[in-house]
């Protein structure tokens, strides 16, 4: 299988350690797409979006949501995603709250990078990082729970990129969830082993 990916990306990573948690590190070529206008992700991701999953079979997967359920269905399931309902669901939540960080910590990330100074939009950028404090403080408020999953996974992701790309400023007022972190990065190599 292919991988291509950005190595700053947080959806990148969260399938990366999941590949890792599952045992297919040396089934899984990593392939950087950045910078490289006539990479395949152009052409096999309608989006243009990395993550993007290349089976062995030539099949494009995209969303690292829908990569991670396929990576956890060809470990035989109920690895990383639950399959017992409550534990599932608390599993998918905890993901859509870390991917909703990541996501608008990706947007307010954007905003500076794409647009002239002139033009960014400090009223945008408030609002998505808003988002990013409130689902940090949610986190704090409710810590996920010490299992890998789907869910912990992409916690884990949306903290390290904050800490890439917002230097680490989210630490000062969150130390339960620093500690849920640290903890998480000792018990899962694969999150040291991804980090940008």
Known sequence: MKLRYSPASPFARKVAIAGRVLGFADRIEMVD??????????????????????????????DSR??????????G???ILPTEPKARFQALTMQALADGIMEASVLV???GRWREPAQVSTKWVAHQQKKVDTGVAALE??????????GTIAVASALGYLDLRQEG???KSHPKLVAWLDGFAARVPAYGETAA
């Open 33 to 62: 797409s950045d910078g490289d206008p006539g990479d395949v992700v152009r052409s096999r991701n309608p989006l243009n979006k990395v993550p993007l999953l290349l089976t062995d079979d030539g099949i494009a997967i995209f």
């Open 66 to 75: 829908v990569i991670s359920e396929y990576l956890d269905h060809l470990a």
């Open 77 to 79: 399931g109920n690895r």
């Open 109 to 111: 990330t954007y905003e």
């Open 141 to 150: 408020a409710d810590l996920p729970g010490e299992g890998v999953d789907v």
């Open 169 to 171: 400023l989210w630490r």
